[in-house]
């Protein structure tokens, strides 16, 4: 036998063993058919990317997730809650109910963004009498991150429970030395999904948590698209800063957002925090209908993501997104368009550029349809924008971390605060018209674009289920 046919016989092996192996795992066609293209085609290249990317085992992950929300149950002696019926009529709270999700629960509501949300979270800290919580997906050592780590040492020294909670990967540039003055005053740390080289798992990029979260004493909470970064903060970087949008609640809504965390925790962490002290009766309930959606990959119904799509859906008047990252599959995509077909006020506000060249040469792949269909497009050039937000029609907004892509529809840990007062939605609605006051409209495809450009694009859109 020669070389050439054994070389052949191999690869014909080789490529039919790569095809079961990805069919077997019961991705979507066009997942699959990217992964299956990308490992026959490319193997000196595909495999160690899919060795990093591409994994999607994690029986045992869903196991110890689902030990982690049953240990939470049991140890904080979770409190009956009211839930806002009137808000549990509306159909895309029904929706994240029917997925596992907490019903919509009151909370006072207040918006916040760049430094005024820090300061907000500082003051709450500063406040705190039993314990404070925090989630981040990057944690990056700086101006903001040292006020933070000052203030959640101080509260240790008043006696206060610290837990911080980084993800492996997004934090990778926080060191042990940054945070030793918090372990020195007794706070805890703990790393999500942390790489164990000891026992032979690989550090797999999937799987992070990209949640941002906060809580205070069980009584305030954060969640929005703010990191830990001082690019968050334009009194500190400028016209470089990213234009974010956080919600903080008072109220029951709370009890739902220290749920998240404590699961993420308990997963992460030996520790097992107990006690009623954890969900206490808040002292002040507030008006506004608030439903705390998380979603991973260790649930299959993906329910932020499923909120998101019935509202596009079923959208009457208006379906407002504000995202970084664009790159929908194919199911969002044909809601957004059908929606603008309808006559629905369809705006996508995206950046100019954002921190992922091959995201933004996908993302401008999609834009003809939604001009096609009559939608507006809108680029933000000056400061980088970072928020996920929609708004639909006059009663719903959605405010957290989800981005509009494969990753936070189905590999990431995410959270969402949804909204049901027509007040404070339209106020979220008055944000999103502020950056879309300062963007630039994408009035047609560009024709002039260069060929090598469209091909790009192209390129870049046969990789959006791996993005």
Same mark, same amino acid.
Not at 97 to 118: I, K, Q, R
Not at 150 to 161: I, N, Q, T, Y
């Given at each position: 036998?020669?070389?050439?046919?054994?070389?052949?016989?191999?690869?014909?092996?080789?490529?039919?063993?790569?095809?079961?192996?990805?069919?077997?795992?019961?991705?979507?066609?066009?997942?699959?058919?990217?992964?299956?293209?990308?490992?026959?085609?490319?193997?000196?290249?595909?495999?160690?990317?899919?060795?990093?990317?591409?994994?999607?085992?994690?029986?045992?992950?869903?196991?110890?997730?689902?030990?982690?929300?049953?240990?939470?149950?049991?140890?904080?002696?979770?409190?009956?809650?009211?839930?806002?019926?009137?808000?549990?009529?509306?159909?895309?709270?029904?929706?994240?109910?029917?997925?596992?999700?907490?019903?919509?629960?009151?909370?006072?509501?207040?918006?916040?963004?760049?430094?005024?949300?820090?300061?907000?979270?500082?003051?709450?800290?500063?406040?705190?009498?039993?314990?404070?919580?925090?989630?981040?997906?990057?944690?990056?050592?700086?101006?903001?991150?040292?006020?933070?780590?000052?203030?959640?040492?101080?509260?240790?020294?008043?006696?206060?429970?610290?837990?911080?909670?980084?993800?492996?990967?997004?934090?990778?540039?926080?060191?042990?030395?940054?945070?030793?003055?918090?372990?020195? +005053?007794?706070?805890?740390?703990?790393?999500?999904?942390?790489?164990?080289?000891?026992?032979?798992?690989?550090?797999?990029?999937?799987?992070?948590?990209?949640?941002?979260?906060?809580?205070?004493?069980?009584?305030?909470?954060?969640?929005?698209?703010?990191?830990?970064?001082?690019?968050?903060?334009?009194?500190?970087?400028?016209?470089?800063?990213?234009?974010?949008?956080?919600?903080?609640?008072?109220?029951?809504?709370?009890?739902?957002?220290?749920?998240?965390?404590?699961?993420?925790?308990?997963?992460?962490?030996?520790?097992?925090?107990?006690?009623?002290?954890?969900?206490?009766?808040?002292?002040?309930?507030?008006?506004?209908?608030?439903?705390?959606?998380?979603?991973?990959?260790?649930?299959?119904?993906?329910?932020?993501?499923?909120?998101?799509?019935? +509202?596009?859906?079923?959208?009457?008047?208006?379906?407002?997104?504000?995202?970084?990252?664009?790159?929908?599959?194919?199911?969002?995509?044909?809601?957004?368009?059908?929606?603008?077909?309808?006559?629905?006020?369809?705006?996508?506000?995206?950046?100019?550029?954002?921190?992922?060249?091959?995201?933004?040469?996908?993302?401008?792949?999609?834009?003809?349809?939604?001009?096609?269909?009559?939608?507006?497009?809108?680029?933000?050039?000056?400061?980088?924008?970072?928020?996920?937000?929609?708004?639909?029609?006059?009663?719903?907004?959605?405010?957290?971390?989800?981005?509009?892509?494969?990753?936070?529809?189905?590999?990431?840990?995410?959270?969402?605060?949804?909204?049901?007062?027509?007040?404070?939605?339209?106020?979220?609605?008055?944000?999103?018209?502020?950056?879309?006051?300062?963007?630039?409209?994408?009035?047609?495809?560009?024709?002039?674009?260069?060929?090598?450009?469209?091909?790009?694009?192209?390129?870049?859109?046969?990789?959006?289920?791996?993005?």
């Amino acid at each position: 036998m020669s070389w050439s046919l054994a070389l052949s016989m191999a690869e014909v092996a080789w490529t039919a063993t790569a095809v079961i192996y990805l069919v077997l795992q019961r991705r979507s066609p066009v997942a699959t058919v990217a992964w299956s293209l990308a490992l026959a085609l490319m193997p000196l290249i595909g495999i160690p990317i899919y060795v990093l990317f591409g994994p999607r085992r994690i029986a045992r992950k869903r196991l110890r997730c689902a030990r982690a929300r049953a240990n939470v149950q049991s140890s904080v002696h979770a409190r009956e809650v009211r839930a806002c019926d009137a808000a549990i009529r509306h159909p895309l709270a029904r929706l994240a109910l029917e997925l596992g999700e907490a019903p919509p629960l009151l909370a006072h509501v207040t918006l916040c963004d760049g430094p005024g949300a820090y300061e907000s979270i500082l003051e709450a800290i500063r406040g705190a009498t039993h314990h404070v919580h925090l989630e981040y997906f990057i944690f990056e050592p700086g101006i903001v991150a040292q006020r933070l780590l000052d203030a959640l040492v101080d509260a240790r020294k008043r006696g206060v429970e610290v837990r911080l909670l980084v993800d492996a990967i997004g934090s990778w540039s926080l060191s042990r030395r940054f945070l030793q003055p918090l372990r020195d +005053a007794g706070g805890v740390v703990a790393a999500f999904n942390e790489a164990s080289f000891a026992s032979f798992q690989p550090w797999y990029v999937n799987f992070r948590t990209h949640r941002k979260i906060v809580v205070v004493d069980g009584r305030i909470g954060f969640t929005g698209s703010m990191n830990v970064d001082d690019l968050h903060d334009e009194t500190l970087s400028g016209d470089a800063s990213w234009r974010d949008l956080h919600v903080r609640l008072e109220g029951d809504a709370v009890a739902a957002l220290q749920l998240v965390f404590l699961e993420n925790w308990i997963f992460s962490s030996p520790e097992r925090p107990t006690g009623p002290e954890y969900l206490p009766k808040p002292a002040a309930q507030g008006s506004c209908p608030v439903q705390i959606v998380a979603s991973g990959p260790d649930f299959d119904s993906f329910a932020i993501y499923g909120q998101w799509l019935a +509202a596009i859906a079923s959208s009457r008047s208006r379906a407002w997104v504000l995202t970084p990252y664009f790159v929908p599959d194919e199911p969002m995509l044909a809601a957004l368009v059908s929606a603008a077909l309808r006559g629905v006020d369809v705006l996508l506000v995206v950046p100019e550029a954002s921190d992922h060249r091959t995201v933004d040469a996908a993302a401008r792949s999609y834009v003809p349809a939604l001009l096609k269909a009559g939608a507006r497009v809108l680029r933000l050039g000056r400061r980088r924008l970072h928020a996920k937000v929609l708004v639909v029609d006059d009663d719903f907004a959605s405010v957290g971390t989800l981005n509009m892509d494969n990753r936070s529809f189905r590999l990431n840990f995410e959270v969402t605060a949804s909204l049901f007062d027509r007040t404070v939605v339209e106020s979220v609605a008055a944000r999103v018209s502020a950056v879309a006051a300062d963007s630039s409209a994408v009035v047609h495809p560009r024709d002039d674009e260069r060929w090598t450009e469209r091909f790009a694009q192209s390129g870049a859109r046969l990789l959006s289920p791996l993005l």
